[in-house]
């Protein structure tokens, strides 16, 4: 079986919510009024209270308070609508996933720190599309979670490796499957028409310099995940920054042309926003135990 099959048969088990393929369509329109997303986000409440929380957050810090949905859109932007869409989309679509395999808090939590990390690393590299690069970096691991929903007893056999560290577990995926969590997240998003070549940049995140044209966009999400891995629980635990064994490659960081101190301050900026985006995307998903 090919990850596009695979990809095929979770879209089936598991599609976007209709708001979500809706809003992608209108965004890839270039005619489409405020006023036609309004009406697409309103049919959904919670949606609706989340696009509100985000335009009324410090993650925008805007003056005054934000009270209608179109003001709203407006402020955020039509790409930043869509990533909170997928967002909490992607969160509704795989919330009935077992403990066995993960907890999903704990999942979130690092998706969304990722999301954070790679768009402050675009920031820094210059890469104009930042918001782009955050959904690239939410959804980066979104292949385990079709993995551990549609082929639950085969990944078993995967997690026997857990305890040997990640590198183990993308080996054991590829010896089961024929191929890793990277590939099949691609091949989702491609079934879902994620737009922007975000597909290419998911699945070579764990070789980026072997990518066609998204080197730079992949490289940034290998080294964010990286961070992430290692934040996301000092953020539900603590709110602060711990000591960290950062083991992303050094081919893939130099390629990227940036100074190893600017790392601290990405990290510290992440820090901070990470813990509110994720009362906005997934509330209550960042509290400690």
């Known amino acids: 079986m090919s990850p596009q099959q695979l990809a095929q048969e979770v879209e089936k088990l598991f599609s976007l919510p209709d708001i979500a393929i809706r809003l992608n369509e209108l965004i890839d329109r270039p005619d489409t009024s405020i006023k036609e997303l309004v009406e697409v986000v309103q049919l959904d409440a919670g949606i609706a209270a989340t696009v ?51 907890d999903m808090r704990d999942f979130w939590d690092n998706s969304v720190t990722c999301g954070v ?29 079709a993995f551990y929903a549609s082929r639950p007893v085969q990944y078993r056999q995967v997690l026997q490796d857990r305890k040997n560290g990640e590198a183990a577990i993308v080996e054991a995926e590829r010896a089961v499957f024929g191929f890793d969590y990277a590939q ?44 992430a891995f290692h934040m996301a629980p000092d953020i539900k635990a603590r709110f602060q920054l711990g000591e960290y064994n950062l083991t992303f490659r050094e081919s ?10 600017v790392l601290a301050e ?24």
Do not use: C
Not at 59 to 88: C, E, F, N, Q
Not at 136 to 144: D, E, I, P, T, Y
Not at 201 to 224: G, M
């Open 52 to 102: 509100l929380r985000l335009a009324n957050s410090a993650w925008y810090g805007l003056p005054s308070k934000v009270d209608t949905i179109s003001r709203a859109i407006t402020l955020i932007g039509h790409r930043a609508l869509r990533d909170l869409v997928m967002s909490t989309s992607v969160i509704t679509t795989f919330k009935g996933i077992s403990a066995e395999f993960v």
């Open 117 to 145: 990390v790679t768009r402050n690393l675009a920031q820094k590299v210059g890469i104009r599309e930042t918001e782009r690069m955050f959904l690239a970096g939410l959804l980066h691991k979104v292949g385990r979670l």
């Open 184 to 227: 099949l997240g691609a091949a989702l998003l491609r079934a879902w028409r994620v737009p922007s070549a975000l597909d290419e940049v998911v699945e070579f995140q764990l070789d980026p310099l072997l990518a066609p044209n998204q080197v730079e966009e992949a490289a940034i999400v290998h080294v964010a995940a990286d961070i």
């Open 252 to 261: 893939v960081w130099e390629s990227l042309n940036l100074e190893r101190n």
């Open 266 to 289: 990405i990290m510290q900026t992440s820090l901070v926003q990470s813990f509110e985006l994720l009362e906005i995307i997934n509330p209550g998903g960042s509290k400690g135990a």
